[in-house]
């Protein structure tokens, strides 16, 4: 029977925020890729919360930015409300949040990849993957065409044999109602690929019109918003927002949860998979949380083009009787009508030790995989993954060396580093405590850490390279000249310090040790400083923390040295760990399966003690020891 035949250089099955990626990296490296999706029009989809970025998340987008990635890009066209988050703290753990118009996020993404070069957009359920002797070759798509290839993409998000579900309804199809896709699975298992079964949930919508806000506390943007991306122009983001809202649930609210535990199907058993422990159901907030009196529940607009408002801190899986009475306890809430019920959603995803630190399968060469497909959850983390499985799979098939970052280089390596070396049961995600060297790790460096890669890459241009290497050189020429210019105790520098409540002088002292005082900072020193050039906020921003945390940079970039050394000694490929004498029985099962690419990544694995990682390091000087004296 004759059936449609096509060759491209490289598959990406799903157009969620990984598939988007994972597309765009590699068809902007050349590649002919085409990316499939089982609904054109959810394309960049967003299925849950209606914002990108927020704690650690917001460092992601910007390293993904800095990288030459696009979702900083689209959420800075699209956004209704942006803020800094936790400005009260250090800048480690400043994190930026934009609330989406989600309809125009979807349309923006879809304009770009329906206009960039060697990319095409089909619309069909890939139900079988292609593979001869441990290579991938292709995909086959439920109509039974095939579309050869060199490599593949998985993103395939939550969709896989995915339901929906909230009280007793239980319904075969991805978010929003959207066709699941309930064929690749069957595949992926006769290629010996191990699944897990993972759920996720998201609270109702609710009609604006019903909303009493004079019950709530209104939540304004900032007043001059910081862009996501590195590349857009702070000043054509600056705009009237959107409002957002907060109220809280009550005992009443908890009460009504309690009485129907039994009619939740979180708790009943009709649900299998793992949920997100960091990002839980109302019903587990009020059952894990009991001698809590409230919980915050954050009132945010889908869009501009619709009166749906986002419940954003109860999501539920409930009966839509209970869905009503308990959001109508909650003040504002009382006359609320729901648009679309919350349900949780259950769905296929791997185990995500199977997969390499560049994100290709290691038993299927070829093969890459990102999103939620890897047993993540968020938006975010899904687009990370996706663009890094996109450029390592250009990078394969022209023969350059694959991309990893490290824990010590940018939240996606500690992401990724997490999700292929620890044992996750339960959907993953970021948060700013899983990255050991967050104060060098800021979301505001993203671009000095990370755009030389993506120029290297060849996802950043020379242009945009070029402005990155001026304001490098202009940090570091300010830095230096602050640490020259003495100021004396004169009567105006006294008079300053006073108003500022700052120790006064007793003698001369560099301006570099007054930014360093708690109470001060670059800014503020302007009127003592004739002499400052002119240079722009992000400048102003990294000479004032380069000099007032110096001494705690210094003290991680040593931490992070050691952690290289680590880092540097690699282990050999599919090694048989049970050779090692001395290891204990329970590393040697840990150490097989995970196959870990450094001692570093070794010692990260849970299960394997300081101890085996000493008994490793022996055995690999007795290696290289053996080698030295064949060579001889």
């Not at 029977?1 to 990984?18: F, Q, R, S």
């Not at 009475?325 to 009382?334: H, I, N, S």
């Not at 099962?589 to 299960?607: C, E, M």
């Amino acid at each position: 029977m004759p059936y449609l035949e096509e060759t491209y250089d490289i598959v990406v099955v799903g157009a969620g925020h990984a598939g988007c990626e994972a597309a765009l990296a590699c068809a902007r490296l050349g590649m002919e890729t085409i990316m499939f999706t089982v609904s054109v029009d959810s394309i960049a989809l967003m299925p849950c919360n209606p914002n990108v970025g927020g704690s650690s998340k917001g460092h992601l987008v910007r390293e993904l930015d800095a990288l030459g990635g696009e979702m900083g890009k689209n959420i800075d066209k699209t956004f209704i409300q942006s803020k800094m988050l936790n400005e009260s703290k250090g800048p480690a753990v400043h994190s930026l949040r934009a609330q989406a118009d989600k309809q125009e996020y979807s349309r923006q993404m879809r304009r770009t990849l329906e206009n960039t070069e060697h990319l095409t957009v089909r619309q069909a359920e890939v139900s079988e993957l292609v593979v001869e002797d441990g290579v991938i070759r292709g995909v086959k798509t439920f109509s039974g065409a095939v579309y050869r290839a060199k490599a593949v993409v998985l993103c395939t998000g939550t969709y896989l044999r995915a339901r929906c579900i909230y009280g007793d309804v239980s319904n075969p199809t991805g978010p929003n109602g959207l066709q699941a896709a309930n064929h690749l699975t069957e595949s992926l298992r006769a290629n010996g690929v191990e699944m897990f079964r993972f759920k996720t949930g998201t609270p109702a919508r609710v009609d604006k019109r019903s909303i009493d806000f004079s019950r709530m506390e209104e939540q304004f943007g900032d007043k001059r918003v910081v862009p996501f991306s590195f590349s857009t122009d702070p000043e054509s983001v600056q705009k009237d927002q959107v409002s957002c809202w907060l109220t809280y649930t009550n005992e009443e609210t908890h009460r009504i949860i309690r009485e129907n535990l039994d009619r939740s199907p979180l708790f009943s058993g009709a649900i299998e998979g793992t949920g997100p422990r960091y990002c839980p159901s109302i019903e587990d907030k009020v059952v894990k949380f009991p001698d809590k009196g409230r919980h915050q529940v954050f009132v945010e607009p889908e869009g501009l083009y619709t009166n749906e408002m986002y419940l954003g801190g109860m999501s539920s899986s409930l009966p839509e009787d209970v869905q009503y009475a308990m959001y109508r306890t909650v003040p504002g809430l009382e006359k609320v009508k729901i648009v679309r019920n919350a349900y949780a959603i259950e769905y296929d995803c791997i185990n995500s030790l199977q997969l390499k630190a560049t994100l290709e399968f290691k038993k299927i060469e070829g093969l890459f995989s990102g999103g939620q497909f890897n047993g993540s959850s968020g938006y975010e983390e899904a687009a990370v993954q996706g663009f890094m499985a996109g450029v390592n799979a250009a990078m394969k098939i022209m023969g350059r060396e694959q991309i990893v970052l490290d824990r010590s280089q940018a939240y996606i390596g500690v992401l990724i580093d997490d999700l292929v070396t620890k044992e996750n049961h339960e959907p993953y995600r970021m948060m700013t405590s899983r990255a050991e060297y967050r104060l060098l790790l800021r979301q505001d460096n993203a671009d000095l850490r990370l755009r030389g890669i993506g120029h290297e890459i060849g996802l950043v241009s020379d242009e945009e390279y070029e402005r990155l290497l001026t304001k490098r050189r202009q940090i570091e020429e300010e830095i230096r000249r602050l640490g020259k210019v003495n100021i004396g105790a004169g009567d105006e520098v006294q008079k300053f310090l006073e108003e500022h409540n700052s120790t006064l002088l007793k003698s001369g002292i560099t301006l570099a040790e007054l930014v360093k005082r708690p109470e001060l900072n670059y800014g503020l020193l302007a009127c003592l400083d004739p002499d400052r050039p002119e240079l722009s906020e992000d400048v102003q921003e990294q000479v004032n923390i380069e000099i007032k945390y110096e001494g705690y940079i210094k003290r991680q970039m040593q931490q992070v040295a050691q952690f290289k050394k680590l880092e540097g000694k690699k282990l050999p490929e599919a090694f048989d760990y049970g050779q090692v004498k001395s290891l204990r029985r329970e590393a040697v099962q840990k150490l097989n399966q995970v196959q870990p690419a450094t001692v570093g990544q070794a010692s990260r694995i849970s299960g394997v003690s300081p101890a085996d990682i000493s008994v490793l390091l022996v055995h690999l000087e007795q290696m290289k020891g053996k080698e030295s004296g064949k060579e001889e």
